[in-house]
C-alpha cells in the first residue's frame, strides 16, 4: 500500500483570493515608506537607528515570546515588525536606545502577546507603548526637550506644543506648505503629511486598512476643532492646523486602524473614528497633553468590543415563517 | 486560482461561467466502464441478502428493492454481477452503502419501465424515478400534502466554473418545455420558475415557466440567495427553502423526468463539468456508476500523489479521497486541483480584518461567530452570532486574510448542533 495514490481532501472552498498575513504586514511597511523616509532625511542617521532598533528589537521581543510560549515562530507574519515600525514613526529621533528596548518590549509582551498574539490584542500595541512611556520618562517624549540641541534647518518648536503653551498668537510662525511637507518638529514617520496620505490612500485603495475608520476620525478632528475654533478664534485654531499637526495623519491611517483593536461593522466603525477624533481634539484644547491622539484612540481600542455590538442583523434572524 | 485584485476594498465578485452566443458546446460521452458503482443513501447494515446479494444479475434501468415495503430502492444503471456489497463513508461522517457492479456488458434493459401503464402517474414517478440525473428525492415534490408555492428549475448552476444545467438550457429547450409541463402536473405546484444566466433567456422563453434572470455573480444563484432576491421572502434562520413551500431542482433532472416519462427509458446517465488541472473546462456525459479513474482514463487526465480530487464547484463542492469514487446522481462537477494550487489553512488566530463581514451575503458577523466555534461554542454561536443564517456560500474561507477554515467550522458547528438536536428528540 506504500504506493498507493493519495488525495489531499480538505474542506470547500477550494480557492483562496491570496491574501495573507505576510502581505498585509509588507504593505502595510510599504505605505509607511514614504513617511519613514522623510523622517530619516530630515532628522538625519540617528533617526535611522531609533526606526531600526524598534523594527528589530520588536521582532526580537516576539521571537522571545514565541520561544518562551512555545508557539510557532510568527515573525515571518511582519506583524511585530509593523509593530515595530510604527512604534519608532512615532519616537523622536534621539529617542536613547534603552528606552526603545523598553517600548518595543511594552509593545510587542505587553502590547500583543499576553493577549494570545497577532489578533488578540484589545488595543494597539504601538500605542500601548507610546503612552506607558509617554507617562513614565514625559521628557523623552516631549519633542522640544527631546529635540532640543537639533536644528535641520527649519522652525523646530512642537507646533501642538507651542499651541498649548503659547496660544493661538505662537502659531503664526508655522505655515501649511511646512506641515504637509514634513519641515516640523514631532516624531519620525509622523511629520510628513502628505506622505502620510499617499500611504493611507494606498492602504486603502488595496483594502489593508478600512477606510470609514479613518475618514471619520479625520472628520471627527475636523469638525471638533472647527466648532472650538468658531466658538473662540482667539483662543482655538483651526482645524487644518490641527490636521497636519501632532499625531493626527499617522493615527487615522495607521494607528485607528489597526486590524485587532478596531471594529469591523460599518456603524461602528464610524462611531470608532468619529468618536476617536472628537477626544483627540478634547485633550489638545482643554487636556493635559499637548497631543491627544495616543489616549484617543487607545480609549476607543477599550470601547470597541462594545461599539461591535451594533451589527447588521443577519439574514433570516428574528424573523418567523408565516 | 482567481486573485484578489490590485483595489481591493470592496466584497469579492466571482463571476459564474457564461456559456451561449450560439454555439453548442461539444459534449465528450465516455464510454461504458469494465466495472460500476452505485453509492446508495440508505444504511448498510439494513442491506439484506433476501433482496440484494453478491453474485445477483442486475439489468440496467433494474429496480432493485431494498425492504419490505417497497419503498426503498435504487435503480441498476448497468448490466452486470453484483461483486460485493460495501459502506462508504462521506461528509461529515455520514455513510452510504456502495454497490460494486462487475463483468459489465452492453445493457441489457429492464422492460418493466416500458411496458408500465401511465408513466405519469404518481405511482409510477415514485416508483421508478425518485431519484434520477441531478435531483435527489423526487418524493418531496410529488403529490404532497400541501403543494408547493413554486418549483424553482435551476437553469444556472450554484456553484462557479460548473455548466451542468446551462448547457441543458441550452442543448435541450424541447425536453425541458415538456418536463416542465409534467413536473407541473405531478406536482401541482402553484408557479414554476426557472432561473437563467443573463445571455441564454431566449432559449427558455417558449416554457410554461417564468424565466427568471439571475445575476450572474457569485452567490447569486444560491437558493437563498434567489428567495430573498427574487421572492422576497427571506428564509428564517435554521430553515430551508422547502420549508418556505419553494423547492429548487436542476434542470437536468426535469429533462431526464421527460425523457423517462416519453420514452420509458430509465435515465442512467449523468452529465457534469470536468475541470482538468490547467483549468481547461470538459462538458461530459458518463453511465452513473462509473469511477472517477475510469473517466480520467478515458480522457487521458495523470493525477498524482497529493493532488486534489473536488466533488462539485470549487466554493461549495467536497474533496474525495479516492478516484474509486462513482459518478453519481449528484456529480455536476468534477476538479482535479494539482497538488501546487490546493489552499492551506493554517494555525494563525482571526486577526479581525473584517473581510469577511464584508464578503457575507447574509450579514453574519464572521469574525465573533469564528472565535466561538474555535472554542466548540456551537450553542451560543447559533444564539448570539447568527450560524443558522450561514447559506453556505464559502466567500468568508475565500477571502479570509488568516486563511482559518471558517466554512469549515461553519459546518462542523452546524452538524454538531443537528446532532444535538436529534438526541434530545431521541431523549424526549
Redo the contacts between chains.
Sequence with gaps: MADR?????????????????SS?SFNMILAAMPAVIMGIMQFGASALGVVALSVSSAMLWELLMNRLMKR?V?IG?G?AAVIGLIFGMLLPSVMPWWAILTGTFIAIVVGKQIF?????NPLNPSLVAVAILTLSWNSLLDFDEALLNFDPGFYMVYPLGALKHFGVSAISNYNIQDLIMGRQSGGIGSTFGLGLIIGGVYL?????I??EISVSFLAGIFLTSWIFNIADPSKYTGPVFHVFTGYTLIGAFFLATE??S?P??FIPMLLYGFIGGIITILIRNIGAFADGTVFAILMMNIANPLL?RI???????G???A | MIKKPFFGWGSPRLKYPAIGGGEKEPVTEIPLPQKASILIDYPFEKITEMFLKKGDRVKTGQRIRLSEGGNDYFISTVTGTVEDISIYTGYMGRTYSAIHIEGVTEDQWDPTLSNAGDRLSTEICLKFFRRLPGIIDLERLVDPVVPLDAIVIKGIDEDLLVKTNQLVLLNNPEGLTKGVRYLKELTKAKRMIITVPPGLSSDAGNMDADVIKVKPVYPQALPKMIMKNVFKRTVPAGMTCEDMGVAFINAEAVVALADAIDNGVMPVDKNFTLIDKDGKSMNIRARIGTSFKDVFERLNIKTEHGDSIILGGPMRGRSVYMEDMPVNYNTDAIIIQHKDDITENVDIPCINCGECVRACPAGIQVNMLVRLLENGLYDEAAREYDLMSCIECGLCTYVCTARIPVFHYIMLGKAELAKQKSREVSNG
Design positions: 495514490k493519495l488525495f489531499v481532501a480538505s474542506h470547500a472552498p477550494f480557492w483562496h483570493n491570496g491574501s495573507g498575513v498585509r510557532p510568527s507574519d506583524n494570545g498574539g497577532i489578533g488578540c486603502i485603495a488595496r483594502g489593508h478600512r477606510w486590524d485587532s478596531s469591523v461593522n461591535d451589527k447588521p442583523r443577519a439574514m433570516g434572524k424573523i418567523e415563517y
